[in-house]
């Protein structure tokens, strides 16, 4: 997988994980001390920074009370997969 | 977060997988291959051995075409936050 897609499933994580909190009106600093992360960490995730693990999707999920189904966008998937297969 | 949560939110992860996997008659060969991982490594993951990150489980997303939110189980997810939230 090269690093173009990754940059962008990563974002696209990070993405729906912040529009969540901001729906729930959340701040970082709540979610990343419940979470355990320090801020930056949660903000880098945030930022499609990391290639998070399935125990950290869950602490975050756990934090923002929403199943991790609801981080993933079905859509995107669609295009994502397109696009992967046409490499 | 307890290992005995843990191993539960791995396994949950796996359980989904290969059920997906052998819904669609695939090999975990076949799987593993399409995902450039080795088998044993693919079966751990199966297994529920193993803190996937975010990328590995878009390869394997991407290999059994199936949307990631299909790996999640929201029903189970509520019984773990619930579990979660009594520790």
């Given at each position: 997988m090269d690093t173009e897609?990754?940059?962008?499933l990563q974002k696209s994580l990070g993405k729906c994980i912040?529009?969540?909190?901001?729906d729930k009106?959340?701040?970082?600093?709540?979610?990343?001390r419940r979470c355990g992360f320090y801020k930056s960490n949660y903000n880098s995730?945030?930022?499609?920074?990391?290639?998070?693990?399935?125990?950290n999707i869950y602490k975050i999920a756990f934090a923002l009370?929403?199943?991790?189904?609801?981080f993933f966008d079905d859509v995107e998937f669609?295009?994502?997969l397109e696009h992967y297969n046409d490499k």
């Open positions: 897609i990754r940059k962008a912040k529009k969540i909190r901001l009106g959340l701040k970082q600093n709540e979610v990343a995730i945030e930022l499609g920074l990391r290639n998070v693990s399935l125990i009370e929403e199943p991790i189904s609801s669609s295009q994502f």
